[in-house]
């Protein structure tokens, strides 16, 4: 479809999420790269000197195989979320009126919407209570270091829990440490992209 006017640079501004995605990819495919290489040249080695092989490369293939993709995407998604929430308080147009909305981040861009503009019902779909508990993983990456224990309120850390055993693509490991995959920062975009679009067509509608 092609789009003009508003809608169009609505449209290349939001795609930046999914420029994060490419890069995500491109960088996982590079890792892995490297990952087989240390594993081929094990396996090209004489059976006897593979103990010794490893004895030096398995925590190098260690770091390939899970370390180092899990640091990415943590970093991705955290990346992800603040491009969604600077898309949404870029509707917040009014920036006098915006100082006086309490809150931070994306609740301050929905006091801003529900109250300014007087649009509600975005804030009451699924969708938005998806995100809200996609922003609670992003606190724990960024405050706790993905170590779901070290967030200072247990209400939240049962909240992360509960969200984390009914997503795809999340998990937590023995460390109590969360554990992403490329899925859940795909997952993440489409919800996103979706609201997004929605909160545009609702503002441009709006009387």
């Known amino acids: 479809m092609f789009y003009r006017g508003k809608e169009a640079k609505f449209r290349l501004k939001v795609s930046g999420l999914k420029d994060y ?3 995500l990819e ?3 495919e590079v890792i892995d790269e490297k ?3 240390v594993k081929q040249s094990g396996e090209m080695i004489p059976e006897e000197n593979q103990d010794e092989y490893w004895d030096h490369y398995l925590d190098e293939y260690d770091k ?6 899990n640091i990415l995407r ?3 998604f955290t990346s992800l979320f603040a491009y969604f929430e600077h898309q949404l308080m870029a509707f917040c147009e009014d920036k006098e009126k915006l100082k006086n909305i309490p809150g931070v981040g994306i609740d301050k861009a929905k006091g801003y919407i529900s109250n300014h503009l007087e649009i509600r019902e975005l804030f009451q779909e699924k969708e938005w209570e998806v995100i809200k508990k996609y922003s609670k993983v992003r606190n724990c990456l960024a405050h706790a ?3 779901i224990y070290l967030m200072k309120s ?14 795809k693509g999340i998990e937590i490991n023995e460390g109590d440490e969360i554990i992403l995959t490329s899925l859940f ?23």
């Open 21 to 23: 995605l490419k890069y």
């Open 26 to 28: 491109e960088i996982e």
């Open 145 to 147: 270091g993905g170590v």
């Open 154 to 167: 247990e209400n939240e850390q049962g909240e992360i829990r509960k969200f984390i055993n009914a997503t």
């Open 35 to 37: 990952r087989i290489t």
């Open 185 to 207: 920062c795909e997952e993440f975009v489409s919800i996103a992209f979706e609201f997004l679009t929605k909160t545009f067509h609702k503002i441009e509608k709006a009387p």
């Open 74 to 76: 943590k970093s991705i």
């Open 64 to 69: 390939y195989d899970s370390v180092f993709p």
